[in-house]
């Protein structure tokens, strides 16, 4: 199963949006979720500002959460 995951914020232009994958990106279909951003801090939900201020997963300690997932796995 592939886990890559990638957000992005980019720019409406004329309707459509432009994205660049990252080299090594191998995934052939992908599933998209659009979701306007909110400049104005008021506008968002107790839950939605949650989610903005929780801190993110850094690629290392993604990769380490993968590699236990992947030994786990081998006990199935």
């Known amino acids: 199963m592939n886990t890559q995951s990638l957000k992005?914020?980019?720019?409406?232009?004329n309707g459509?949006?432009?994205?660049?994958?990252?080299e090594g990106f191998e995934a052939r279909r992908v599933?998209?979720?659009?979701?306007p951003v909110v400049e104005d801090k008021?506008?968002?939900s107790n839950f939605q500002q949650f989610l903005l201020d929780s801190?993110?997963?850094t690629?290392?300690?993604f990769q380490i959460?993968?590699?236990k997932r992947e030994h786990l796995n081998q006990w199935k």
């Not at 599933?31 to 979701?35: D, G, Q, R």
Request: hydrophobic share 45%.
């Open 8 to 13: 992005q914020y980019v720019d409406v232009v």
């Open 16 to 22: 459509m949006i432009h994205l660049k994958l990252p």
């Open 31 to 35: 599933e998209l979720t659009i979701v």
């Open 42 to 44: 008021s506008q968002l």
């Open 55 to 57: 801190p993110e997963m």
């Open 59 to 61: 690629d290392k300690e």
């Open 65 to 67: 959460i993968k590699e």
